[in-house]
């Protein structure tokens, strides 16, 4: 499978903005798909997830109640909703997703072998 993502931008602290990752290839809907982002001189950090198997969401304490993520098997596509923006959200975000990784191990940006390439979101205070 290969990811695309897309959606970010420059937008206002309070503000919303829905990021995209589109997968082409395989069946997207056995994946994990996750969404990282990565600060200038900071490490990729895990924002949300789905897992490989059921409904399941999982978000970084950060993100929580602020984002959230879905995704539309028939489409292929992962959404990232993110509302209520803080400059601190400011980063390069990132798609990912892998057929194999177990729910303990989401958090890992070592867990996926996948990634699509970085968009990104820019928050003014």
């Known amino acids: 499978v290969q990811l695309q993502a897309s959606g970010g931008g420059l937008v206002q602290a309070g503000g919303s903005r829905r990021l995209s990752c589109a997968a082409s290839?395989?069946?997207?809907?056995?994946?994990?798909v996750a969404w990282f982002r990565q600060a200038p001189g900071k490490e990729r950090e895990f924002v949300a997830a789905?897992?490989?198997?059921?409904?399941?969401?999982y978000y970084a304490d950060s993100v929580k109640g602020r984002f959230a993520i879905s995704r539309d098997n028939a489409k292929k596509t992962v959404y990232l909703q993110m509302n209520s923006l803080k400059p601190e959200d400011t980063a390069d975000y990132y798609c990912?997703?892998?057929?194999?990784?177990?729910?303990?191990?989401?958090?890992?940006?070592?867990?996926?072998?996948?990634w699509g390439q970085g968009t990104l979101v820019t928050v003014s205070s």
């Open positions: 990912a997703a892998s057929a194999s990784v177990i729910t303990s191990s989401l958090r890992s940006p070592r867990s996926y072998a996948t």
């Open positions: 290839g395989r069946t997207f809907s056995n994946y994990a």
């Open positions: 789905f897992a490989r198997t059921g409904s399941a969401t």
